[in-house]
């Protein structure tokens, strides 16, 4: 095969025609060390990477299945099919795993733990080690970590090491360590696998080159109880927590390998109470952190779950607490692939999404919803917010460019979700044993349409599926669309659920006082946004108290009211008188506000509609209500001009002629 293209420049761009042609060509060419003389051995000349995406397609990506009756790879959407390529193993697996760049695949049934190559389906390694339950590939392949509960006996009071990491060019043991907990089990690596990090006795140890024998560096702080390690090159940076004592505050600080000579050399830091555990979240440039801390019982008792706050580090030293709009809890916080904006989930049902930036400012807020999570496409163009767990399964997926809703299909009982990374297609999954009935999946294409579905046999659970992953890039950007793709099985798209109301409510218009949940709508938050509608709350007040008082220079002026152009039908409000007196203006407020629901019931009642005896009680005090906003309206005292404006614009005008001049 010939590839009429430019050359490559660049080693990051070798190494995808790599990933292509090993995904691509067949078992002889995929087993050849893929070398530049390679290249050149087999007519096949160097193409730069955009060259590739059009002279020869992307893969197809693999959905790894594992459940009860065994473990299956299937060939990705449109089509769905098993892949001929791999022999499914019909024993019950306890682990699978990718590796990152997609090229390997493992898993361990029970009995072995066995290492093939996801292009032909060959095998690499096979390891007897029966009791495994996790395992983890290195950035590089290099490396396969197994992990396997610990465990001693009385001739073994020590037990045996129950972290092993393997090389799987020999298949010989690198390092055998004790790991009693799982919770981070598995060394991080690095990308380039220059550097992996081990948390051990409240420290962490730092490995160079996968020498694991040697302990390159460490560090030592008080009881640090997480880190985690950036993505990305070098030089790489680690992130640490470590939790408040004896009133002291918890703390969480960055770090740039290998300055680890004390509290000066961290790059930021951020003390904070409040904190049970946390979850720490680099983006994917590593240049900034999110924290977000948790305590498990609030004590005001106002949430179930706790309560959580969310904090922001950068590595140029800048860190910030976010604000949220709404209280509750924090369901869900994930950064955008662009790494410039993240999105959080948050607030008491019905719960609020707002996109933030760096500067911890909200940029578009998607107001309320039944939702608990939020998903970025890979290449960062399309974001999902759904409702999964005790929700009905409401996802909405949205144009991030557009701020424009694409579609909003629906998947009860869902136990998981994740993007396929041709960021086209979702899977989502009902997964034993969080739900050990109606399990199955369904691929979807984002516009909502089921391309594929398969439910479990009775008697069988579906325990988890998992996507191939692909490096970043091998999939481009596609133009969102918003037409609904083309599917046997249709779409689901959700319908608008009918709340309960009593029977003495039904065949009754709905009024505002009968909702449950008062819903906030979308509204675009960025700086210099037009339109009241894309305003935020706070903005469109400060919108009226500016326009009021420039129309009341305007009354005082009318010279200067002439030599204006004709003003807006935003800048025509009157302002709002005030006294000097808060109490005063305070009660004026209220009197007009009861007078108006006066109003609404006697529009009700006009319309044949039956009236509850205390909201007769309440239209029989229209009066009283008429002449004690009279006594309070005699104590403003304005400008005269602007006085008798806001009278006769005053709907109280014609009911109460007695303030009239």
Known sequence: MYLLVNKIQCRSEFIMAKHVISHTFSDDVANVPMTRPFFLETGISFCRLFSF??????????????????????????????????????????????????????????????????????????????????????PLNTVLATWQVYSKTQENPQGDANLQLWDLQTGTCLKALYHKKVQGWCPSWSDDEKIAVRSVNNELHFFENNDFNTIANKLHLQKVSEFVLSPGSQP???AVY?????????????????????????LANKSFFKADRVTMLWNKKATAVLVQASIEVDKTGASYYGEQTLHYLATNGETSAVQLQKNGPIYDVAWSPSSAEFCVVYGFMPAKATVYNLKCDPVFDFGTGPRNAVYYSPQGHILVLAGFGNLRGQMEVWDVKKWKQVSKPQAPDSTHFAWCPDGEHVVTSTCAPRLRVSNGYKIWHYTG?????????????????????????????????????????????????????????????????????????????RPGATGDKQLSKTALKNQKKREAKKAAKQEINPDALESQSD????????????????????????????????????????????IQKNQLEKMEKEAQLMKELEDLQLVVTPSVSTTISWLYASPWTTRCPCVMF
């Not at 091998?474 to 099985?489: D, H, I, N």
């Not at 009918?498 to 065949?507: F, T, V």
């Not at 009157?574 to 808060?582: F, V, Y």
Request: aromatic share 8%; glycine share 6%.
């Open 449 to 525: 349409t089921v391309l594929y579905k398969q439910d479990t046999p009775t008697g069988t659970e579906l325990w988890e599926t998992v996507w191939q992953p692909f490096p970043d890039g091998m999939f481009p950007e596609r133009t969102v669309k918003y037409q609904a793709a083309p599917s046997e099985l249709g779409s689901t798209e959700a319908k608008p659920a009918q709340a309960y109301r009593p029977p003495a409510l039904r065949n009754k218009p709905v009024t505002a006082s009968s909702k449950l949940h008062e819903e906030e709508p979308p509204q675009n938050m």
């Open 53 to 138: 995406r059009y002279i020869m397609a992307p893969p197809t990506p693999l959905l790894a299945v594992r459940g009860s009756d065994g473990t299956v790879l299937l060939r990705g959407p449109p089509n769905c099919e098993k892949n001929a390529d791999f022999q499914r193993d019909p024993r019950q697996s306890r682990y699978i795993a990718f590796s990152k760049d997609g090229t390997l695949f493992a898993w361990c049934n029970g009995e072995k733990v066995t290492v093939v190559k996801v292009a032909d389906g060959s095998q690499v390694r096979s390891f007897d080690l029966p009791k495994t339950a996790m395992l983890e590939f290195s």
């Open 236 to 238: 790489s940076k680690v």
């Open 567 to 610: 003003p807006s039908p935003a800048s025509s409000a009157q302002p709002e008188l005030s006294c000097g007196d808060p109490e005063t203006d305070k009660k004026i407020k209220n009197v007009k506000k009861k007078l108006k629901a006066i109003d609404e019931l006697k529009a009700l009642q006009a319309t044949g509609k039956s």
């Open 242 to 266: 470590v939790p408040g004592s004896k009133g002291a505050p918890s703390f969480v600080r960055l770090y740039q390998y290998p300055n680890f000579g004390g509290p000066t050399c961290a």
